[in-house]
């Protein structure tokens, strides 16, 4: 695994000196770890002239928790703990003898590109742009067989919850006891905060677990992910509380499931993004949702839960092969409840038998 | 409690003002949170010319979780998602008639400075510094409660968990049942990752819980925290596994006691932030432990875990009575162990009892 990263690296420089800046320096965490396999909190990654560094402070008793990098990879300690690892890894630069860095100027602070500029005063400073996140898009197999253990994990936890009693229980405390199960199935932890929404809190993306209690005839819906070896995973499913669902609970999640299903299909190597989400979105559009849809459909998952591509209605690119996005649409009524219905799955040609679900759970309507 | 953040935003206008500019931007969450009493994702304050502006996008059904602001204070909601509030409020000033504007730019990226710069042009940019950061050091007695109530619940959680059995059980395990207990017991969740460490993992500062067990005849130490009306303390113990602790731990244990004492004792209005560190750093350093020793042993806590002020040997600055502050002196030894003591405590004048202990958790060494 170690080369991969040595190899990564190569493929960065390569953009790099192509756009005229042989060095770079990363700071944004999950590019860090992308390029380095390690990422102690605050290191930075100097791809240098003459060798590759990892930056960091950090007091001296914690140490690289989550593994050592390659050996290409030279690891530099700061002397003193309070320094700025950007700002010594520009030092380091400019001691390498180079004459210009591109760092992350979407991910750096005014004030931190002020200190390396006045530390390395002759050193030319560029932009590296998103060029790290964009070589992050497309996952090799072992990540992507990182996001398939999570996503079973995730189901895994998520089917023990449908076996217990669920009438009277909190949605804080279903969102705890998802998470906990999560960790005793492996996972690092959950990948994002897990959301749980009883009644007329359910179908809102991203709704906080409140201490409303579940109850009989509910819609409720659950989000959840597991992080394993970095890598995030999201699914989220919608279930009726008591023997049967009422008329308007049946309709609203045939609708959903529809618009689920046609962007889960639509996911095609060369297929454009907006498109994608066009193809989920309409479902609920002509039902006569249009107005409090979500900004989008459904996003790239990998080292962040939110990564490249998004698929929403101006996003501009086209899918790949081996790119793991989730297709996510909802429908959230007001006073009422609502239904998401969220998978994980990976983009793959149609000669290998089209996208690949990672996120198994059933999307059949259960009643609990 | 409403009128409180107007009285805030009041005291930053007024140091707006006398630095020359007489409107700000604050992006960073917390200083958002502390001014405006809410920070939905993303969220931007206006402290403006005319009138105050909460500023942010966010999908139409997810509106203010956590209440409403005050009534001096207008809410401004994107009328398209993907933009950055940032820039929104920034071309809300210009169209007030403000000529300059003062930024954090110790927390907005560079990129979002240069749009911030591009979308209203004649806005000349200066920088707001830490300000914010500067008046949250100090606390009202409001803050303070919440901060008591969450050590409370920090306290309880932990009282419970020496209750139950603990030989066998994982850190990782640990760390969530106190999580669940936190959450309980009122807490809106953990302030930080707890963490766990037994045997030679015990005793280091932000050790992440892992797969080992807890056996007998380990030190087990615990630091966790409550967050309570987004106010976070911090409490950490450690104990000893087994009947009886070995002499090496009772006299690591004792050292690492009286250190906390020297620190927690030196905590008097007026006194200086390094003495306060260097009180307690002189213990350890005098039975040897000099080197390995933690860069700070204590810290500002607040809407962030941690906040200024840091006690720490290079610290500028004096305590002020009504500083909620850490002290948690610590040693590890690498491959056997450690011992760390953390408490929440409020700096008061001796005349009103001295410095208020808000983790009131023994500090005995329990045998467990």
Same mark, same amino acid.
């Given at each position: 695994m170690s080369e991969a990263y040595a190899a990564r690296r190569d493929r960065l420089r390569e953009r790099c000196t192509a756009s005229g800046s042989a060095t770079a320096l990363i700071s944004r965490p999950a590019n860090v770890r992308y390029l380095a396999g390690v990422a102690p909190h605050g290191a930075v990654l100097l791809l240098g002239k003459t060798e590759d560094l990892l930056v960091y402070g950090g007091p001296p008793e914690s140490p690289l928790d989550e593994g050592r990098p390659d050996e290409a990879l030279r690891v530099h300690t700061l002397p003193s703990p309070g320094g700025d690892p950007a700002v010594a890894a520009a030092d380091l630069a400019a001691a390498q003898g180079a004459d210009s860095l591109a760092v992350e100027e979407h991910h750096l602070t005014v004030t931190r590109h002020r200190a390396i500029g006045s530390v390395a005063p002759r050193l030319r400073l560029g932009d590296l742009g998103a060029a790290v996140e964009q070589l992050r898009v497309i996952k090799d197999e072992e990540e992507i067989s990182c996001l398939r253990i999570g996503s079973e994990i995730a189901d895994q936890a998520l089917s023990e919850l449908l076996e217990s009693i669920l009438v009277g229980r909190t949605e804080r405390h279903l969102a705890l006891e998802l998470e906990r199960r999560l960790v005793d199935h492996g996972a690092d932890g959950p990948a994002f905060t897990t959301s749980v929404g009883t009644g007329p809190n359910s179908g809102r993306r991203g709704h906080r677990p409140s201490d409303r209690r579940v109850e009989e005839g509910d819609f409720l819906s659950v989000c959840l992910g597991a992080t394993y070896r970095g890598y995030r995973c999201e699914i989220g499913r919608t279930f009726v509380i008591g023997t049967s669902p009422a008329d308007?609970?049946?309709?609203? +999640?045939?609708?959903?499931?529809?618009?689920?299903? =046609?962007?889960?299909?639509?996911?095609?190597?060369?297929?454009? +993004?907006? &498109? $994608?989400?066009?193809? =989920?979105?309409?479902? !609920?559009?002509? =039902?006569? +949702?249009?107005?409090?849809?979500?900004? !989008?459909?459904? %996003?790239?998952?990998? *080292? #962040?839960?939110? #990564?490249?591509?998004?698929?929403?209605?101006? =996003?501009?690119?086209?899918?790949?092969?081996?790119?793991?996005?989730?297709?996510?649409?909802? $429908? %959230?009524?007001?006073?009422?409840?609502?239904?998401?219905?969220? &998978?994980? *799955?990976?983009?793959?040609? #149609?000669? &290998?038998?089209?996208? #690949?679900? *990672?996120?198994?759970?059933?999307?059949?309507l259960l009643a609990l």
């Amino acid at each position: 695994m170690s080369e991969a990263y040595a190899a990564r690296r190569d493929r960065l420089r390569e953009r790099c000196t192509a756009s005229g800046s042989a060095t770079a320096l990363i700071s944004r965490p999950a590019n860090v770890r992308y390029l380095a396999g390690v990422a102690p909190h605050g290191a930075v990654l100097l791809l240098g002239k003459t060798e590759d560094l990892l930056v960091y402070g950090g007091p001296p008793e914690s140490p690289l928790d989550e593994g050592r990098p390659d050996e290409a990879l030279r690891v530099h300690t700061l002397p003193s703990p309070g320094g700025d690892p950007a700002v010594a890894a520009a030092d380091l630069a400019a001691a390498q003898g180079a004459d210009s860095l591109a760092v992350e100027e979407h991910h750096l602070t005014v004030t931190r590109h002020r200190a390396i500029g006045s530390v390395a005063p002759r050193l030319r400073l560029g932009d590296l742009g998103a060029a790290v996140e964009q070589l992050r898009v497309i996952k090799d197999e072992e990540e992507i067989s990182c996001l398939r253990i999570g996503s079973e994990i995730a189901d895994q936890a998520l089917s023990e919850l449908l076996e217990s009693i669920l009438v009277g229980r909190t949605e804080r405390h279903l969102a705890l006891e998802l998470e906990r199960r999560l960790v005793d199935h492996g996972a690092d932890g959950p990948a994002f905060t897990t959301s749980v929404g009883t009644g007329p809190n359910s179908g809102r993306r991203g709704h906080r677990p409140s201490d409303r209690r579940v109850e009989e005839g509910d819609f409720l819906s659950v989000c959840l992910g597991a992080t394993y070896r970095g890598y995030r995973c999201e699914i989220g499913r919608t279930f009726v509380i008591g023997t049967s669902p009422a008329d308007w609970q049946i309709e609203l +999640y045939d609708l959903v499931f529809a618009s689920q299903r =046609a962007g889960r299909e639509a996911l095609v190597p060369g297929a454009a +993004y907006r &498109d $994608v989400d066009r193809a =989920a979105r309409q479902v !609920l559009d002509s =039902a006569g +949702y249009a107005d409090g849809l979500p900004p !989008l459909t459904g %996003h790239g998952v990998g *080292l #962040e839960i939110d #990564e490249d591509p998004q698929l929403a209605p101006a =996003a501009m690119g086209k899918l790949d092969a081996c790119v793991p996005v989730t297709v996510e649409p909802g $429908v %959230h009524i007001p006073g009422r409840g609502g239904v998401r219905i969220d &998978d994980t *799955l990976v983009v793959r040609p #149609e000669a &290998d038998g089209g996208p #690949e679900l *990672l996120t198994i759970t059933t999307k059949e309507l259960l009643a609990l």
